[in-house]
C-alpha cells in the first residue's frame, strides 16, 4: 500500500499540479490511514479493503477526538486515492464510494479592526534593514490577501510595483494579479532596494523575501515575526499569518467591495468560500448596534 501511496502522491504532484500544501495533507492522511489498515485491520493488499474497513478507520479517528473538519478532510484523501486506484486498474472497485463527509460548520474567521491593523503595522517601524523588510511583509499581505505560502514564494519577478501589482501562483498554480496600494508599494520598493542586498548577503537568487542568513524566509520564520509585533503592538487577539487575509477581505467588503472582485483577488475557486466574509462584517454590524444603539 506505501507505493500506491507514493503513485499517487506523484500523480497529484506531476499530473494534477496540486500544491505543496494540499500534498502534504494527502501524504499525512494517507499515512494514518495505512498503518491503520496494516496494524489494526491487519490486511496485505489494497483489494482486501471495503466500505466498512474505512468506517471502521473514519469511528477510530472520530474516537481519538478528530474534529469534522479534519474527519472530512481524511475522507477526501481516502476518496481521492482510492479513485486513483481504480483508475489504475490497481484495484476493481472503490470501496470509498457512497461514503459521505460530516457537514463542516463554517466558522467566522477572526479579523483585526482596522485600528488594530494601523496598530501591527506601525509595530514594525524602524530603520534597521529587518524593520524595513516586516514592514514590507505586513504591507503586502493586509494590501493583497496573499497566502503566508505565497508570500515566501514570491520572486523579484512578480513584482510589477511601477504598474501598481504583484503576480501570485496560488494553489494548484493559479496566477493570480493582485492590486497593490501605494503604501504597500513604497515600503516593498524601499525594501527591494535598501533593506535586502544588506540581507542577501553574498547569496543569490530571486526569493523577495530572505532570512538573517539570506536564504528565503520560511512559514514559521514569519510566524515568529507576526508573533514578536503582535507582541510589540499590545494586540490581545489571537493571531495568525491568515488573520491579515481575513482582514483584508472583510474590510474590503465593508467598504464596499464587489464579492467577485474579492474572490478574484483571494484565488478563491468557489464563491461560496469568500461569502463566509460576508458573515463576519453582519456580526460586525450587530457588534457595533447592540453597543451603540441605546434600545439595543
Known sequence: ??????????????????????IQSYRRDLTQYEQYIKNVEQLQTVNQIERSTIMNYLYFIKDKGRADTTIARTISSIRAFHQFLQRERVTEKDPSLHIESPKAVKKIPKVLTMKEVEALLDSADGNTSFDIRNKAMLEILYATGIRVSELCSLQLEDMHLNMGFIRCDGNGKKERIIPIGNIANQIVLQYINEARPELLKKKNHNILFVNHHGNPLSRQG???VLKKLSIKANIEKELTPHTLRHSFATHLLENGADLRAVQEML????ISTTQIYTHVTKARLKDVYSSFHPRA
Do not use: C, P
Not at 1 to 17: A, R, W
Not at 267 to 270: C, E, L, T
Open 1 to 22: 500500500m506505501e507505493n500506491h501511496i507514493q503513485d499517487f502522491l506523484h500523480y497529484t504532484s506531476v499530473e494534477k499540479g496540486r500544491s505543496q500544501n494540499t
Open 222 to 224: 514569519f510566524w515568529k
Open 267 to 270: 484565488g478563491h475557486a468557489d
